[in-house]
């Protein structure tokens, strides 16, 4: 494995990469520079932009942004940056606005970007044209409510970069029980380690029983049973190309849209069923039940978010050995009887997400002690080898491997390496 940094993606090989992908500020620079600034990147759910006006602050890599929805509904991502001094023009992670004015000299932008008012205009009469300073655009596109944006104006479509990620999506998006799926509310945390560790561990099977025993232990013989996937043959982790991943845990809810209505619904969610069918009918109730864990994967999109079961898990590269992770609880987007069953989604978020939870708290560990551990000879490789020999084409073509191997973790080094190797 060549080990220089001029040549990052020497340092990925097929089973391998070098511990320095953690470590080395050098290669984290290039990273945000030919990965972050360069490809797609998550940056909204339609939902937290439900009206013309509302808008989100955010990152795309480290760069800061907002995402509105203009009068005329369209979307946009800006990046958050005043055109004439350079201040933050918008501090709120959230809202809703008529625009955008800059706190220092009270220059005034649309929704749409655009330059409208400058205070005390006469001192750049045949100075500045307005029309040149709108704020710097990023392309805009979104699939299945997920908006995405780059800095790319010449990146190939969006839908062509996610290619088969969108049959996934659209299972994922089924979970909302027949109505659209809403965010509902969101925690963050940081963790002192590598991106990368995080994107490796979203379709990383083979931690799950090691890690997550005590949340194992915490919750109901159903749920362990269901969450068995160890030995499951037909649990298996798909590349489905472009560094994306799904990782089958429960096959048998990847698709919740196919029920032949005889698998019992948990016994946990019993009160619920009665709250609900109050108002709804038996078929709703039942979609809305079935779908209270999620979907049976976890989808893993590159660089930066997932659609995990039940959530979305967002990271965002802060330094070589820092990042924010941020957990999206999501649910349907129904009548207000449909309320119960978020107000019961939270809870099971909160049991395994949240940060008194049984899950992150462990996550967080493992990934933090990683990032310790590369230190000693950076040099030294990563292994990603797990399943590689029997890793096979699935019938749509998708290399695949059982459900523990790190079929997902080489997915995402292979489009790491492309990236890292295009100047």
């Not at 929704?111 to 400058?118: H, M, N, P, V």
């Not at 205009?121 to 044209?129: A, C, I, K, S, T």
């Not at 380690?193 to 995080?198: E, L, S």
């Not at 049984?358 to 000879?377: L, N």
């Amino acid at each position: 494995m060549t080990e220089t940094t001029s040549n990052p993606a020497g340092l990925v090989a097929g089973d391998r990469v070098a511990g320095r992908l953690y470590t080395d500020p050098e290669i984290f620079e290039q990273e945000m520079t030919r990965i972050f600034e360069r490809t797609w990147v998550w940056v909204a759910h339609e939902s937290e932009l439900p009206r013309p006006g509302t808008f989100k602050s955010t990152h795309v890599g480290r760069q800061p942004v907002i995402v509105t929805r203009d009068r005329k509904g369209v979307l946009h991502t800006m990046l958050n940056r005043c055109r004439h001094r350079g201040a933050s023009i918008c501090e709120k992670p959230q809202g809703e606005a008529n625009g955008f004015t800059c706190p220092y000299h009270a220059w005034s932008y649309g929704l749409d970007g655009k330059l409208r008012g400058i205070p005390y205009p006469d001192g750049y009469e045949g100075v500045v044209d307005k029309s040149e300073l709108s704020l710097r655009k990023l392309r805009t596109e979104s699939y299945g409510s997920m908006v995405f944006a780059t800095f790319d104006a010449d990146a190939v479509p969006l839908e062509e970069f996610l290619g088969d990620v969108r049959l996934w999506i659209d299972r994922f998006m089924a979970q909302g029980g027949g109505y659209p799926v809403k965010v509902l509310g969101r925690h963050r945390f940081k963790f002192r380690g590598n991106w990368k560790i995080q994107l490796e561990n979203t379709t990383d099977g083979y931690h799950f029983p090691i890690v997550h025993r005590s949340w194992m232990a915490s919750v109901d013989a159903e749920t362990a049973d269901m969450m068995s996937f160890m030995t499951d043959p037909t649990a298996v982790t798909h590349d489905l190309g472009n560094g994306h991943s799904v990782m089958q845990m429960v096959p048998e809810h990847s698709d919740l849209d196919a029920d032949d209505g005889t698998e019992p619904l948990q016994g946990r969610f019993r009160h619920l069923v009665e709250e609900l069918s109050q108002t709804l009918d038996a078929a709703q109730v039942r979609k809305l039940i079935r779908a209270m864990h999620g979907t049976g994967f976890n989808l893993n999109l590159f660089p930066n978010v997932s659609m995990s079961a039940a959530f979305f898990r967002v990271l965002r590269p802060i330094s070589v050995d820092e990042t924010w992770i941020e957990h999206v609880a999501i649910g349907p987007d129904g009548p207000p009887e449909v309320e119960a069953v978020n107000r019961e989604r939270l809870r099971v978020h909160e049991h395994f997400q949240g940060p008194f939870g049984f899950g992150t708290p462990d996550d967080a560990e493992g990934w933090d002690r990683v990032q310790r551990g590369a230190q000693a000879d950076p040099g030294m490789p990563i292994m990603v080898n797990r399943g590689l020999a029997r890793e096979k084409p699935s019938a749509e073509g998708w290399p695949t491997s059982h459900v523990t191997d790190e079929t997902g973790m080489r997915a995402a080094y292979g489009k790491w390496k492309e990236l890292m190797s295009d100047d």
